[in-house]
């Protein structure tokens, strides 16, 4: 069982992390405005779509720490400076010698990133999408 009132401290982190409103939170995450103030004043539980929602539309919320404060966030793995950053060195290979470019090398100013997906040797992965 979550306890509601810390949900709500937790939520209301990640919007004021994001510089949202509740109106433009709710609007990103594809819920109505009453939503939001309901589940912020206490007044409603978060439904179990409500949770997805957020997370599918933010991947840097973790769903232990959302649920039960348990975790990080910022999920440590998705620091967005380091897509903001143009001196980030990318290895692309398993071989750091034969990718000396930089990020801003590789990518050209009229050219937005959509997506960028990191591959872990066990096999697993995470997926970032620009919202």
Same mark, same amino acid.
Do not use: C
């Given at each position: 069982m979550i306890n509601n009132e810390e949900f709500t401290k937790r939520l209301q982190k990640v919007i004021d992390f994001y &510089?949202?409103?509740?109106? $433009?939170?709710?609007?990103?995450?594809? =819920?109505?405005? #009453?939503?939001?103030?309901?589940? +912020?004043? &206490?007044?409603?539980?978060? $439904?179990?779509?409500?949770?997805?929602? =957020?997370?599918? #539309?933010?991947?840097?919320?973790? +769903?232990?720490?959302?649920?039960?404060?348990?975790?990080?966030?910022?999920?440590?793995i998705t620091d967005t400076k380091i897509v903001q950053n143009p001196e980030v060195k990318i290895n692309l290979t398993s071989n750091p010698e034969s990718n000396s470019e930089t990020l801003s090398d590789q990518i050209s100013e009229d050219k937005k990133i959509e997506r960028i997906v990191i591959f872990y040797k066990d096999g697993t992965f995470k997926n970032f999408e620009q919202s």
């Open positions: &510089g949202e409103s509740a109106s $433009s939170f709710a609007e990103k995450i594809g =819920v109505q405005r #009453s939503s939001i103030s309901h589940i +912020l004043s &206490g007044r409603n539980k978060p $439904s179990l779509d409500f949770v997805l929602k =957020v997370l599918s #539309s933010f991947p840097e919320v973790e +769903l232990y720490w959302l649920m039960n404060g348990k975790g990080n966030f910022p999920s440590q």
